[in-house]
């Protein structure tokens, strides 16, 4: 960290590299922070001579902005996903397995919170500034203390219901949650429509963030388009499924359009996932300011698909990137994701991916007054990042290349170390 500094005291950092993103990389740069915000950015020259009195810490190496975690599910911590998925096993198998896991308390709570706090110590290592938190249980809804400085959890508390029953339960529920917890949707196959329709009401209503798992899986579709496949066979297996799913529901040639149909769609829901989209799909997503959450480990590890990022960008939405939990991702890691997108799609240009770990998240989230760039006015807690492998850059395009290609760099250290800003609105 570049020192505590006196309120009132401009302080310069420089680097051989700074990634702003308001500009293209700025060679020899430096950026001047007073009282927590950014005041100048620019060439090192021209920042030294604007605030010539000032106390400057250089540093090798690249700074860019905090990285943003749009989507985790901090209560699965302890449940790794240290072997591979048999590739025979299906996405329902995976949550079977979790769902028995969980119902014979397989792990202590002792053993859940360790492991919650335990990960988001380990995301602040990483740079994440802010972490989109799904859970199910209040109780363990882990917030780090306002002083320990580390990344701000945003907590989502999750709903469903597949039944008549489990879902007048739920709306007793939500009547009683107080308003500051945010409620969302777990997934159009787990969460019947009208219940769909009155979280987003909610959320819409008191500000909060609208985060749903959406198009996870190719099979999601035979159960949107005709109520049938391997979610319904799911329901049915556990005893969860009544025939009146969909009794509600508009008939719908996919989830997106089935979204759309429900009135779910605004710049306000995120839609996480994403694999299973068409072009027709984001054009709707586009068209309606939705945000989308990528989570390429994930996908990967459940065998799900591979989102289809570059068309995204096409459509000019660029996605956040999210890691999902360890209970489907065996290396819950932002620089792993990156790498992952570089590898999933060579097309990709790596300022776009650097977008989808910082920028796109900040947006998602309504955080984009203090974070994802480097400009003025934005919050100091960014990050100084180090390697052999950047001190070895002699072009832009290689340093890029570098920073979504070879995963954590050996060096991750915050400029200023993360304020606390209320939960978006
Ligand atoms: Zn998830």
């Not at 770990?357 to 947006?363: L, V």
Request: glycine share 6%; net charge negative; proline share 5%.
């Amino acid at each position: 960290m570049a020192g505590v500094m006196k309120k009132g005291e401009v302080l310069i950092v420089t680097a051989p590299w700074v990634l702003s993103f308001d500009k293209p990389l700025i060679k020899n740069g430096a950026v001047a922070l007073l009282d927590g915000r950014i005041v100048g950015v620019g060439s090192e020259h021209k920042v030294a001579e604007r605030f010539s009195t000032s106390v400057t810490h250089r540093y090798p190496g690249v700074l860019l902005p905090a990285l943003v975690n749009a989507h985790m599910h901090l209560e699965l911590s302890c449940f790794n996903a240290d072997t591979a998925l048999d590739a025979n096993s299906s996405f329902t198998d995976w949550v079977e397995d979790l769902l028995q896991k969980r119902a014979h308390n397989a792990v202590s709570e002792k053993d859940i919170r360790i492991a919650a706090e335990r990960q988001i110590e380990k995301q602040f290592e990483s740079g994440v500034v802010f972490i989109g938190d799904i859970g199910n249980i209040p109780e363990f809804f882990f917030s780090p203390p306002a002083e320990s400085h580390l990344p701000q959890v945003y907590h989502m508390l999750e709903f469903l219901g597949s039944t008549h029953d489990a879902v007048q339960n739920s709306f007793k529920r939500l009547e009683n949650l107080p308003v500051t917890v945010a409620a969302v949707a777990h997934a159009p196959y787990s969460t019947r429509p009208e219940l769909l329709v009155k979280i987003k009401e909610r959320c819409d209503r008191l500000g909060h963030i609208f985060s749903v798992h959406t198009s996870e899986t190719w099979d999601e579709l035979s159960f949107i388009t005709s109520q049938t496949g391997l979610f319904r066979d799911f329901l049915e297996k556990r005893g969860t499924w009544d025939g009146e799913f969909f009794r509600n529901a508009p008939e719908s040639s996919s989830t997106i359009d089935y979204f759309s149909r429900l009135g779910l769609l605004n710049a306000k829901t995120l839609l996480v996932h994403c694999v299973s989209v068409s072009d027709q799909d984001l054009a709707v997503v586009q068209e309606s300011g939705a945000k989308i959450c990528v989570c390429p480990g994930s996908n990967a590890f459940l065998h799900s698909g591979v989102a289809p990022v570059k068309t995204m960008l096409d459509y000019d939405i660029i996605p956040a990137l999210g890691t999902d939990s360890p209970a489907s991702n065996p290396q819950p890691d932002m620089w792993a994701e990156m790498q992952r997108v570089a590898a999933d799609h060579p097309g990709i240009d790596a300022v776009m991916i650097l977008k989808m770990a910082t920028q796109a998240g900040a947006k998602a989230f309504g955080l984009d007054a203090h974070y994802g760039n480097i400009s003025l006015g934005k919050a100091a807690s960014f990050l100084h990042v180090d390697s052999k492998k950047i001190n070895n850059c002699k072009t832009d395009k290689e340093l890029l290349n570098v920073l979504v290609k070879s995963g954590k760099p050996e060096i991750i250290q915050w400029i200023q170390q993360p304020l606390m800003h209320s939960q978006s609105k």
